[in-house]
């Protein structure tokens, strides 16, 4: 029996997932929900499934799993109500966009009948398993990095620069950098640095330090008026004598030793959906929903990012160092 999966969401990330799902001989469209009826009808067209106007209505269509992928700041609330239906969740990043609402998400994940799957898609790009290997296989012992996720401008689309929407520059672009660096590096200890506002109306740029329980140090480094110059995401993690250094999604390099040669992996000729890890998360996705695995990404995978970029938000404000965790908010169940 197919899985039966509704959308909440039809924007530019709603239909990746869409096109990918209908991909999957396991599932089956019942229902793309937006609250714009235009959108919601082109993709509904699309991918051969209703076009609904309201997340009830898609609820009412007893989908089995749920992706919610509305704007930042609207994903809680429809998450909350697809896991109180019983449904499996996929959601899009981040979690949420404040610690409170990451907490009530993870607490609800953990006493749904449902699984909950976070969308942290860099997590299955190539270039990113590429580097977690060196490391699960002893290859590459992390000493030192610096990572760094630049956006070229808050313009295009408009609404990255409408932090209500967003939730705020961290969590739109950098959030993607806080969840990279504990899937390769570990939990953080502490975090300071540093943000100035200097074209748009929020905080614009961040350069930050890490320190993780593990003992490796790394610089972050985010800013959202950088130009578009490639690679505008580069990740540099450091063994001894040993570096893997990530290129956007496009390729990644490991140097084995001061003098070996590099070894390469080039993904740009690699389907979009591919080379950026959505195909595989959405699989794994499925997997999970059908109990042949656990969630790929999960709650606390979410929540943790969350957290991350709280405390980078709190580093920079107060100009102090912070350290983790945080003391989890007092949420009402």
Same mark, same amino acid.
């Given at each position: 029996?197919?899985?039966?999966?509704?959308?909440?969401?039809?924007?530019?990330?709603?239909?990746?997932?869409?096109?990918?799902?209908?991909?999957?001989?396991?599932?089956?469209?019942?229902?793309?929900?937006?609250? $714009?009826?235009?959108? /919601?009808? &082109? #993709?509904?067209? %699309?991918?051969?499934?209703? =076009? *609904?106007?309201?997340?009830?209505?898609?609820?009412?269509?007893?989908?089995?799993?749920?992706?919610?992928?509305?704007?930042?700041?609207?994903?809680?609330?429809?998450?909350?109500?697809?896991?109180?239906?019983?449904?499996?969740?996929?959601?899009?990043?981040?979690?949420?966009?404040?610690?409170?609402?990451?907490?009530?998400?993870?607490?609800?994940?953990?006493?749904?009948?449902?699984?909950?799957?976070?969308?942290?898609?860099?997590?299955?790009?190539? $270039?990113?398993?590429? /580097?977690? &290997? #060196?490391?699960? %296989?002893?290859?590459?012992? =992390? *000493?030192?990095?610096?990572?760094?996720?630049?956006?070229?401008?808050?313009?295009?689309?408009?609404?990255?620069?409408?932090?209500?929407?967003?939730?705020?520059?961290?969590?739109?672009?950098?959030?993607?950098?806080?969840?990279?660096?504990?899937?390769?590096?570990?939990?953080?200890?502490?975090?300071?640095?540093?943000?100035?506002?200097?074209?748009?109306?929020?905080?614009?740029?961040?350069?930050?330090?890490?320190?993780?329980?593990?003992?490796?140090?790394?610089?972050?480094?985010?800013?959202?008026?950088?130009?578009?110059?490639?690679?505008?995401?580069?990740?540099?993690?450091?063994?001894?004598?040993?570096?893997?250094?990530?290129?956007?999604?496009?390729?990644?390099?490991?140097?084995?030793?001061?003098?070996?040669?590099?070894?390469?992996?080039?993904?740009?000729?690699?389907?979009?959906?591919?080379?950026?890890?959505?195909?595989?998360?959405?699989?794994?996705?499925?997997?999970?929903?059908?109990?042949?695995?656990?969630?790929?990404?999960?709650?606390?995978?979410?929540?943790?990012?969350?957290?991350?970029?709280?405390?980078?938000?709190?580093?920079?404000?107060?100009?102090?160092?912070?350290?983790?965790?945080?003391?989890?908010?007092?949420?009402?169940?």
């Amino acid at each position: 029996m197919a899985v039966r999966v509704g959308v909440l969401g039809a924007g530019f990330i709603g239909r990746i997932h869409a096109l990918n799902l209908r991909q999957d001989p396991r599932v089956e469209i019942v229902g793309i929900a937006d609250a $714009v009826p235009q959108a /919601a009808g &082109r #993709l509904a067209a %699309e991918v051969g499934a209703r =076009p *609904l106007g309201s997340l009830e209505a898609l609820l009412d269509a007893a989908p089995d799993a749920v992706y919610v992928t509305t704007p930042n700041t609207y994903h809680v609330e429809p998450v909350l109500a697809a896991l109180a239906s019983g449904a499996h969740v996929f959601s899009e990043k981040p979690m949420a966009t404040s610690l409170e609402g990451a907490w009530r998400i993870r607490d609800a994940a953990s006493r749904s009948r449902g699984v909950y799957q976070i969308g942290f898609n860099r997590r299955f790009a190539p $270039v990113y398993r590429f /580097a977690r &290997r #060196l490391i699960d %296989e002893g290859r590459l012992a =992390p *000493l030192a990095a610096q990572l760094k996720h630049n956006r070229g401008e808050l313009r295009q689309p408009a609404w990255t620069s409408d932090p209500g929407v967003t939730g705020g520059y961290l969590y739109e672009t950098p959030v993607h950098l806080f969840d990279m660096s504990r899937f390769l590096l570990g939990d953080v200890a502490e975090i300071q640095g540093w943000a100035r506002r200097s074209v748009y109306a929020e905080p614009d740029g961040f350069v930050m330090l890490l320190r993780f329980r593990s003992g490796v140090i790394a610089s972050l480094t985010s800013v959202a008026h950088a130009s578009w110059l490639f690679p505008s995401e580069r990740l540099e993690i450091y063994g001894e004598h040993r570096a893997v250094v990530t290129e956007e999604m496009e390729r990644a390099s490991f140097s084995p030793g001061a003098r070996d040669a590099a070894e390469v992996i080039d993904c740009a000729a690699m389907p979009f959906e591919q080379k950026w890890g959505y195909a595989a998360e959405d699989r794994l996705f499925i997997d999970a929903v059908l109990g042949e695995r656990p969630p790929a990404v999960t709650a606390e995978d979410g929540y943790r990012a969350t957290e991350l970029v709280e405390a980078c938000a709190r580093a920079a404000r107060t100009q102090q160092r912070v350290t983790l965790p945080l003391p989890e908010p007092q949420g009402e169940r």
